[in-house]
């Protein structure tokens, strides 16, 4: 598969994951703190991310499901890092400084969540799904 066709079915799958992360922080945020929202709602993107990567972009993996498991985890656990930082510095710094009040939750996030794109394409390229 080439990469630009590889990279664009990765930007849909990831697509598709970010909005269950987006959606499900909306709902987590009824029992849990934003920052917990943002990594229980991570989770959900993540499993979303895994199942569907897996079944439409790196078809060809070699590695066993375990393993692919196990790096797709470490590669999201860089990625659930840069997605925090940037929310919650959004969300209660630039934001609020900027006089920004209207959605600046759900302007964090969504900026939080398309932060770690391109390292998380490359780490799965080369280390999930290899």
């Given at each position: 598969?080439?990469?630009?066709?590889?990279?664009?079915?990765?930007?849909?799958?990831?697509?598709?994951?970010?909005?269950?992360?987006?959606?499900?922080?909306?709902?987590?945020?009824?029992?849990?703190s934003?920052?917990?929202?943002?990594?229980?709602?991570?989770?959900?993107?993540?499993?979303?991310?895994?199942?569907?990567?897996?079944?439409?972009?790196?078809?060809?993996?070699?590695?066993?499901?375990?393993?692919?498991?196990?790096?797709?985890?470490?590669?999201?656990l860089?990625?659930?890092?840069?997605?925090?930082?940037?929310?919650?510095?959004?969300?209660?710094?630039?934001?609020?400084?900027?006089?920004?009040?209207?959605?600046?939750?759900?302007?964090?996030?969504?900026?939080?969540?398309?932060?770690?794109?391109?390292?998380?394409?490359?780490?799965?390229?080369?280390?999930?799904?290899?």
């Amino acid at each position: 598969m080439s990469v630009s066709r590889q990279f664009l079915l990765f930007l849909l799958a990831g697509g598709i994951a970010a909005l269950a992360n987006f959606l499900s922080r909306i709902v987590y945020s009824h029992w849990l703190s934003f920052t917990w929202a943002i990594i229980a709602a991570y989770l959900t993107g993540m499993v979303t991310a895994f199942v569907l990567t897996r079944a439409f972009v790196f078809t060809g993996s070699a590695h066993p499901l375990h393993h692919s498991a196990f790096y797709f985890t470490l590669v999201n656990l860089f990625a659930v890092a840069q997605t925090w930082l940037v929310s919650t510095l959004l969300a209660y710094h630039l934001l609020p400084w900027l006089g920004v009040d209207a959605l600046r939750l759900e302007i964090a996030h969504a900026v939080g969540v398309a932060v770690p794109v391109v390292s998380s394409y490359f780490g799965h390229k080369y280390l999930s799904f290899r």
